[in-house]
């Protein structure tokens, strides 16, 4: 009896030191200085290629397919669809380092979206924009990450939406002229979202433009009528 004793107090010590040394693993794990990815403004001409996260981007300049790749920076960019196409070029283009991402696609992540690269079962039930705004600010410190929390369907809601952002956006940055183009690329946007659903996937891509800024609209479906 004693000796049953004796092994079952020697069982109860050794798990109570699995416990704490457990318990101080996790403290140190808690106290550990996460990495995190080097803002723009923290990186010079001699930051090491090694630890620039631009540095193969901008390599792209110099092998005759891209030129001035840097105004990637300068670009706003709207995604409206995150299924398959449309949640990878998010993902790239927030790794690239664009300046604003827009995203509307309000529908609930689900099983069936498990076979997309970017989902993973912890993501069930949310919103695919709300999780892309979260993951992607942290994927990439520079970029301002945007959901508008409205369906894919919901066209008049997303260029109402779009056109409210721009106004709110300043004078400095947008004329009334400039509005007015917007405001018709939208309109011609509309339809094209309108009209675009088929077993093929679309992209519909418009462009505005004054000076060097620029704002793209993608518009990525694979619905089937």
């Known amino acids: 009896m004693a000796t049953e004793e004796h092994r ?18 996790l403290c140190v794990a808690n106290k550990a200085e996460v990495p995190r990815r080097p803002t723009r403004e923290a990186l010079s001409a001699d930051t090491n290629a090694n630890k620039d996260p631009y540095s193969r981007i901008r390599a792209n300049n110099s092998r005759g397919v891209i030129e001035d790749i840097e105004r990637l920076e300068e670009l706003g960019i709207v995604v409206i669809g ?18 604003h991402l827009i995203i509307a696609d309000n529908s609930e992540i689900t099983m069936a ?23 992607l600010q942290s994927l990439n410190p520079d970029v301002d990450v945007l959901a508008l929390g ?13 056109r409210t952002i721009l106004s709110l956006s300043g004078e400095n940055d947008h004329s009334e002229e400039d509005r007015d183009d917007l405001s018709s690329i939208l ?14 996937m679309r992209c519909h891509v418009h462009r505005f433009a004054r000076g060097s800024n620029t704002t793209a609209f993608l518009k990525s479906s694979t619905e089937v009528d």
Do not use: P
């Open 8 to 25: 079952t107090a020697h069982h109860l010590r050794r798990l109570q030191a699995s416990v704490h040394e457990l318990q101080n693993a």
């Open 150 to 162: 409205l369906s894919t369907s919901n066209v008049t809601g997303i260029t109402n939406a779009l």
């Open 187 to 200: 309109e011609e946007n509309q339809q094209g979202l309108q009209y675009s659903k088929s077993s093929d």
């Open 113 to 135: 979206d498990l076979d997309f690269m970017t989902y993973q079962v912890q993501h069930l039930g949310r919103r695919r924009d709300d999780h892309f705004a979260t993951s």
């Open 82 to 99: 995150l299924q398959g196409v449309g949640a990878l070029t998010l993902d790239a283009l927030c790794r690239y380092g664009v300046k």
